[in-house]
């Protein structure tokens, strides 16, 4: 209950700021320290606030851009917060995206020191996000990823050597490749995946995720995967070849009209695995311009109730219950709005005019329960 207050304190103090000038809150040992920014916002102000981080600091940002043209490292483990990755789930509280955005080949490392960091609710774009610079420093565990998306590549190691081990991956949009260099103990839930997941191995695990049009089918480098209660979308009117050498249970797979799926020789699979070739009778109401391979914030992903195996859908998965991003533990539900954890504002109301020199304002918050 206190970690809450204290967030919401924190929040307020950034809804004030972000008003006349932009800051960073970053909460250390009890205490909360200020950084403010000078526009334009970039790696020279991000960079500064992570070197000033200790081991267990929570750092707020605000909802700006960060446009980066150098790299920005961060060698502590941190939970680093932005306002969320959806437009419509931030606004109430007077910020906007919290977006971070390398120029070039500049990207975001995470290195040897970061154990145990998070990233909640925060777009990452322009360059690709790595765990390493070098082969030397790519070795972390214990990083989380929740309710953010990647417009370009999550690389978690420089080689497939490293010795990383036990990363969280919930409720994130992954618009390019999310790639797995061998990362032992890797859980990927609630997830949308719109590109290719090579270099997995027998302790990578999707479950209950959304694939748009993967190109899973070939070969991705990754071996013995598990893939379990998953929807695949494939527009192919064609014969689909599933040929990843990695274990597939209690999946749904949405194909064109005329579809087919066959499995290739090295992929495992059980007989729970499911084909459809209409999808508005799986989902409630997808995308309306290219559903099987474009994600759309607005489109509702729950289960069609009325789609003609519904009540199959709803308790195919390996934990009888429902395929998809609504199913599995319901802490890792794909969360609507995709807001992070820490309490965000629901109302603010400012009167026009004050009573006997008074200005009421009205001020709700609200956390999440998941």
């Not at 009540?311 to 709005?337: C, D, I, Q």
């Not at 995709?338 to 609200?366: C, D, Q, T, Y």
């Amino acid at each position: 209950m206190k970690k809450q207050f204290l967030s919401v304190v924190f929040m307020f103090a950034l809804l004030i700021n972000t008003k006349a000038q932009d800051v960073i809150a970053r909460q250390h040992n009890g205490q909360t320290i200020f950084h403010y920014g000078v526009q334009p916002y970039g790696d020279t102000w991000l960079q500064s606030v992570f070197n000033a981080c200790s081991n267990g600091d929570t750092v707020y940002l605000p909802g700006v851009t960060f446009q980066c043209n150098n790299p920005v490292t961060l060698s502590t483990g941190i939970v680093l917060i932005g306002t969320g990755i959806h437009p419509d789930s931030v606004s109430v509280y007077g910020a906007n995206l919290t977006k971070i955005i390398f120029s070039g080949s500049h990207p975001l490392y995470v290195v040897n020191g970061a154990n145990n960091a998070e990233f909640h609710g925060i777009t990452f774009g322009g360059s690709v996000f790595s765990v390493g610079s070098t082969a030397a420093n790519q070795n972390v565990s214990g990083l989380k990823f929740v309710r953010c998306e990647f417009d370009e590549d999550l690389i978690l190691g420089v080689n497939v050597q490293n010795t990383s081990s036990n990363f969280t991956i919930q409720n994130c949009y992954f618009q390019s490749v999310l790639d797995i260099k061998d990362v032992q103990n890797v859980t990927v839930t609630g997830s949308v995946l719109g590109f290719g997941v090579p270099e997995g191995n027998q302790s990578t695990t999707f479950a209950n995720c959304l694939f748009l049009n993967t190109g899973i089918t070939g070969a991705s480098n990754s071996t013995n995967v598990l893939y379990r209660d998953n929807i695949f979308l494939y527009p192919s009117t064609g014969v689909t070849i599933i040929s990843e050498a990695s274990r597939f249970y209690n999946n749904l797979f949405v194909l064109g009209s005329g579809g087919t799926l066959t499995w290739g020789g090295s992929a495992v699979h059980n007989s729970t695995d499911l084909t459809n070739n209409i999808l508005s009778d799986v989902l409630l109401s997808p995308p309306t311009n290219n559903p099987y391979t474009q994600f759309d914030f607005e489109a509702n992903y729950h289960l069609n109730p009325q789609g003609s195996n519904y009540l199959t859908y709803r308790t195919m998965s390996t934990t009888a219950g429902e395929v998809g991003l609504f199913g599995g533990n319901p802490n890792t539900y794909w969360k609507e709005g995709v807001v992070p954890f820490n309490p965000h504002w629901r109302e603010l109301i400012v009167p026009a005019n004050s009573v006997n020199g008074m200005l009421n304002i009205s001020l709700k918050a609200a956390a999440q329960t998941y």
